[in-house]
């Protein structure tokens, strides 16, 4: 299984502030992609990056690859309230596995 | 517009009981899945279905039956309902055939099986 491992499970953090979650995978992999999900709601895809990649951008989210790691980090910056949510990463190879996610909790 | 809906949203019912929970899609996408939430928030895939074609069977128990009559619909019915099944499914699609690409999903059905 190429299952996306997401650390902390738990972050907690005052409005304002940035947020890094990482995710852990255990083989090669074509595109990891980060989703959120809201209480009660389903997924929600913010971001793919593929494996010849190692950063990208969208809007306050930044993703980097690490390929000899095996590891991603997505960072939130400038949390606002409306980001609390649970956040998964996604790995492929032929199909996609997701972890538990992290759930991030923005203080107002 | 929708793109991914399911119905119903919650379903209670008892063991032993069969059900299904109902998956479409408006965005013309080629692949769609069923994904189980259990109640640590760990999302694991059950199936997919490319063109009215299983692409991929996790070992879920054969109590679980994915059918779908057109590309737009992939319903999920389960037979002899027992306690550990009870969760969230989500039913989601892609336009990728491998199943690299973007997914979209659905709000999610609760299933609660007394």
């Known amino acids: 299984s190429q299952q996306g491992e997401e650390d902390p499970q738990a972050l907690s953090i005052q409005e304002g502030e940035n947020a890094t979650m990482n995710c852990s995978y255990k083989t090669s992999i074509n595109n990891l992609q980060w989703y959120r999900q809201n209480s009660g709601r389903g997924l929600v895809h913010l971001i793919l990056?593929?494996?010849?990649?190692r950063e990208k951008h969208s809007g306050r989210l930044r993703v980097t690859l690490d390929t000899s790691k095996k590891s991603s980090s997505l960072l939130i910056t400038a949390s606002r309230a409306a980001d609390t949510a649970s956040y998964f990463c996604?790995?492929?190879?032929?199909?996609?596995?997701f972890g538990a996610g992290t759930r991030l909790t923005v203080k107002p | 517009d929708t793109a991914v809906s399911q119905t119903p949203k919650y379903l209670v019912t008892q063991m032993g009981n069969d059900k299904s929970i109902k998956c479409e899609q408006n965005l013309g996408h080629d692949t769609m899945y069923w994904y189980k939430q259990d109640s640590k928030k760990f999302l694991k895939i059950m199936f997919s279905y490319n063109n009215k074609e299983l692409i991929i069977n996790e070992t879920v128990p054969n109590r679980f039956s994915p059918k779908s009559p057109d590309k737009a619909h992939l319903n999920l019915h389960i037979n002899s309902l027992e306690l550990g099944d009870s969760a969230v499914y989500f039913c989601?699609?892609?336009?990728?055939?491998?199943?690299?690409?973007?997914?979209?999903f659905g709000p999610g059905t609760r299933l609660t099986v007394t």
């Open positions: 996604a790995t492929d190879r032929n199909d996609m596995r």
């Open positions: 990056i593929r494996s010849n990649e």
């Open positions: 989601a699609s892609s336009q990728d055939q491998t199943g690299s690409g973007e997914q979209y």
